[in-house]
């Protein structure tokens, strides 16, 4: 039995992937393949635990509700020490986290003529410090067991600079540096570490958007997308690929091609 720990549990990809992994994940209609349990301990069968964190409680006791194998925490994740107390409780209740899926995130979309500094600062405690937090209190339990699966949910968004994304973007790139850093550290320690990006995704937060996003996901699909990943060896997973493989071209373009085609296409330049 695999014990599952998602911050953001209670809405968009945080709630699919916890309804998905207490059903039981399958991949592509197929069992998952059995992973090393060293360092990617997802199991293939039925009757996973799932620990959630979130701020809406509502949302958590429903979930609670729907399956007898969830276990929904009222938890900021800007909030250190409460972060630390839900991950121990968790652990202490249902025994070792073997993998953990840090997702909790806004988006605010901003204009860039008017900076408003409390908006970023507040994308920043939540997107990165938030992972942070976890992190603090799972990686030493981690190592000590040298296993488990730290899986960091990022964005495409950071991998470069993009309209309306002065305060998300900025926070998604550093989960990426962070994750690559730490990955020196955590895998010779049995501690596998993956940071997963997708593109467009259906939520509360993207229904702001007021321009065209190009393969746009359901949340379902995007957290199967990522149940998929996890079961697999690649360090930063991306999808859908036929929108990631033209941000990614983008990634390695001179800036002055880079900003001429994405003002173009966005319409500010």
Known sequence: MTHYFITGGSAGIGAAMARQLCAGPKSNGKRLRKPQPENNPL???EGNIVSAIARRVDRLDEM???FSNFH???CDVTDADAVATAINHATTTHGAIDTAILN???YQPQDGLNIDPAAYARHMDVNYMGVVNALATLVPAMVKRGAGHLVIISSVAGWRGLPKSA?????????ISLSESLYFELKPKGVNIQVICPGFVESEATAVNDFDM???MSADAAAQAI???MASDEFMPHFPKSFTRSMSMLRYLPDKLFFKIVGKRTGYL
């Open 227 to 229: 149940i998929d990943a």
């Open 167 to 175: 305060a998300y973007g900025p926070t998604k790139a550093a989960l």
């Open 214 to 216: 190009p393969g746009l």
């Open 64 to 66: 609670s509700k729907e």
């Open 104 to 106: 909790a995130g806004i």
């Open 43 to 45: 199991s293939p069968n």
């Open 72 to 74: 929904g925490q009222p």
